[in-house]
């Protein structure tokens, strides 16, 4: 890759940060929304869960309705929106005018961060693709992981306006970095919405987005409950689960960089391989999560594969499945992926509630099973459509 090249991935990588850490970093802040707001933790919770809902909803919608205007411009707007949604989270007292201070950029996230995917896999040749939005995708697991210590930590040491302000301060540098170093993007040739729409009529997409769903389901479901898991199943301290879960999130930006270098040399591989892997690491979670240092070499390896492969491989799974509409296919990824970690995180509720933390596992279990067998069903009408057009 050019110079050029590379400067645009990192400003690509920096603003998928500052737009995931807007969407999760206020996880590490809300009993200080709820005492700022007035409300009850539960009720600040919706400034998470009501987030995630926008995006699932505009997901698949936003980036079809923007795909024919200039990239640069379309960027630019939804980092406009995010500062200023993070400017009226600073200054507002009122709860409702947060959430729709939140709600608002939550429905813009989807077009970025599928521009983000789109133009660095477009900025260099076909077989390169998939090592560069891999790089993307370190933006996105430091938002995850980084983004919740960190505003947690300005929080508690300054306040909870710098917090809120770091949200806005990182997309305004993204911002500018993007208006001076980004080169303009016009779209060359703009896809008709029904052109993009009949991605949907392709039998392959719906196997795709149903595993897309399955494997998000199959992580989440787990991930959402890990600290509980840690601390009564574990009996860890409180600071050694704060360092597990460190682990996990630096697991997350190794497995970035090896899933680009799998994914350019041995695609389907991989991706058969996952829910085999990943389903060896729960089964050994489940009956080793009582010792501290198993749990921590579980939790290495899980991060690798739960945070890095996985989110790669579900966006190749949608995307190759209709690269003819880039910008709605990652729009599709990104819902889908929404909508498995909403469907898992509810269930593995359901399992903790009726059965015990410790059989939180069997949430992910189970989606793994299920994925397997939509893997296999795309992988055949992927074989299938490859010997069609040979």
């Known amino acids: 890759m050019t110079k050029r090249n590379h400067l645009l991935i990192f400003i690509l990588t920096i603003g998928v940060f500052g737009i995931i850490n807007t969407e999760m970093g206020v996880i590490g802040i809300l009993p200080s929304l709820a005492d700022h707001y007035n409300v009850s933790v539960t009720q600040a919770g919706l400034l998470v869960s009501l987030f995630a809902l926008g995006i699932a909803i505009s997901g698949p919608i936003l980036p079809l309705l923007f795909s024919g205007i200039d990239r640069k411009k379309v960027m630019l707007l939804v980092l406009g929106v995010f500062i200023l949604g993070n400017i009226a989270s600073i200054f507002t007292t009122n709860f409702t005018l947060a959430l729709i201070a939140r709600i608002i950029p939550a429905i813009f996230h989807p077009i970025y961060c599928s521009l983000a995917f789109t133009v660095a896999a477009s900025s260099v040749s076909k077989e390169e693709a998939p090592k560069a939005v891999s790089k ?47 080169p303009s993007m016009p779209v060359e040739e703009r896809l008709s919405y029904s052109t993009q729409l009949s991605v949907l009529k392709k039998p392959i997409i719906w196997p795709s987005i149903v595993t897309v769903i399955l494997l998000n389901s199959a992580v ?34 190794i497995g970035n960089i090896v899933t680009g270098k799998l994914l350019t040399h041995s695609a389907m591989k991989s991706v058969v391989s996952f829910p085999l892997l990943l389903g060896a690491v729960y089964i050994m979670l489940f009956f080793t999560g009582q010792f501290t240092v198993p749990m921590t070499i579980i939790t ?15 966006q190749y799974l949608i995307v190759s499945a209709a690269p003819e509409a880039p910008d709605f296919a990652n729009g599709l990824f990104i819902s889908s992926c929404n909508v498995g970690t909403t469907i898992g995180a509810a269930v593995g509720g359901l399992f903790i509630s009726e059965m015990g933390t410790q059989y939180v596992v069997l949430v992910g279990i189970l989606s793994l099973i299920l994925s397997l067998v939509t893997i296999f069903l795309r992988t055949y009408m992927f074989t299938s459509t490859q010997q069609l057009s040979g």
């Not at 300054?158 to 540098?173: C, D, G, L, Q, T």
């Not at 409180?238 to 930006?253: D, K, R, V």
């Open 300 to 314: 290495l390896i899980w991060g690798i594969l739960a945070g890095g492969i996985m989110a790669n491989i579900n």
């Open 220 to 253: 989440f479901g787990v991930y959402s409950y890990f600290a509980e898991y840690l601390k009564t199943v574990t009996n860890m301290s409180p600071n050694t689960i704060s360092l597990t879960l460190f682990i996990f999130g630096g697991a997350n930006i």
């Open 136 to 182: 993307v995708f370190i933006g996105v697991s430091a938002g995850i992981v980084a983004g919740v210590p960190i505003v947690s930590l300005i929080d508690s040491a300054v306040s909870y306006e710098m917090a809120m302000a770091f949200f806005a301060i990182v997309n305004a540098i993204v911002f500018i970095a993007t208006l001076i170093f980004v």
